[in-house]
């Protein structure tokens, strides 16, 4: 049915579940299995702090970049172990909706698979999640896991 996935991870609960069910799909449909993370980059590589004045933040993009790695580095190695054998990991920054759906359009994704954060449709609306922002404007198949 899919000849390529695209699935978003996190780091979080919900995004282990929609690993789950990704690696399900490509193993069925020996689908090629593109696994994304994306760190949200912060606006400036300095922030002003009241009454201290520019404070560099690099260490904390290091420390990002670091988890970022090992969220992906991890999900690769559990794809493997539920038998997905075409994977391609992607660390990539942005803000996350739009990147996610940037990514998925450039590697031809039949369907984007992502966890929510379980908010509720009014909720999501408001407050704009990134699983309603990728349902509401990918130009493929959406599924998010809760």
């Known amino acids: 049915m899919y000849k390529s996935l695209l699935v978003a991870v996190d780091g979080s609960q919900n995004g282990r579940k929609a690993l789950e069910l990704a690696c399900h799909l490509a193993r069925v449909d020996n689908a090629e299995l593109h696994i994304l993370h994306v760190p949200e980059v912060l606006p400036h590589e300095a922030t002003l702090i009241w009454g201290i004045g520019a404070v560099a933040i690099g260490d904390e993009l290091q420390e990002m970049e670091a988890l970022g790695h090992r969220i992906i580095s991890g999900a690769e190695a559990e794809a493997q172990k539920l038998g997905v054998e075409k994977i391609q990991t992607h660390l990539v920054k942005g803000e996350p909706a739009r990147t996610i759906l940037k990514q998925a359009a450039g590697l031809g994704a039949e369907v984007i698979v ?33």
């Open 114 to 146: 992502l966890g929510t954060r379980g908010l509720g449709d009014l909720a999501g609306l408001v407050l704009g999640s990134v699983s309603h922002k990728v349902a509401s404007n990918a130009k493929c198949g959406v599924i998010t896991i809760r």
